[in-house]
């Protein structure tokens, strides 16, 4: 699988979730609570293998470094949300309006992604190369401990 198909339907993935979560509500903790946990272990997967197999080749590139190194920090305001709606009681009103502030970050960034860094990765890397990062990704994947990918 090539690494723009793997990191795609990873965002797929994500966004599904992130729907579901908004239609839960304060009543609903336990869905909200399970679904969360799902999210949350998919965006911990996702953003490793981004930062440590896809990213540093675009930070390698004079072109394209400078993306990369924003996205990164994007990751980390979304870990940080992450960490916080974690500790976060679920049946609060913060839990929700954080909630949708971290689906509206998630989404600019996969926006992003899959606009302007694939347009660049796309002129930057040969055919072979985003066949081989999408195999490692795919492998990195496969190895770490199955939680919410498994399900
Ligand atoms: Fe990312
Ligand atoms: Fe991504």
């Given amino acids: 699988m090539n690494a723009f198909t793997l990191l795609k339907n990873d965002h797929k993935k994500v966004a599904g979730l992130l729907e579901q979560i ?6 609903g903790v ?3 609570e399970e679904l969360f946990t799902r999210l949350k272990s998919e965006l911990e997967l996702h953003t490793e293998i981004e930062e440590t197999i896809f990213y540093p080749v675009f930070e390698e590139n004079e072109e ?11 990751h980390r305001i979304v870990k940080q949300f992450l960490s916080e709606l974690e500790s ?3 049946d609060e009103e913060q839990w929700t309006a954080k909630f949708t ?3 509206e970050n998630i989404e600019h960034h996969v926006e992003e992604e899959e606009g302007e860094m694939f ?4 002129k930057v890397l040969s055919e072979q190369q985003i066949e081989d990062l999408g195999t490692r990704m ?7 401990p199955k939680a919410a990918s498994a399900r």
């Fill in 64 to 74: 394209t470094r400078d993306i990369a190194l924003e996205a990164v920090e994007e």
């Fill in 101 to 103: 502030v971290l689906k």
């Fill in 22 to 27: 908004d239609k839960t509500t304060e009543r």
């Fill in 138 to 144: 795919e492998k990195a994947k496969a190895d770490k």
């Fill in 119 to 122: 347009k660049k990765a796309r």
């Fill in 30 to 32: 336990k869905t909200r």
């Fill in 88 to 90: 976060l009681s679920k």
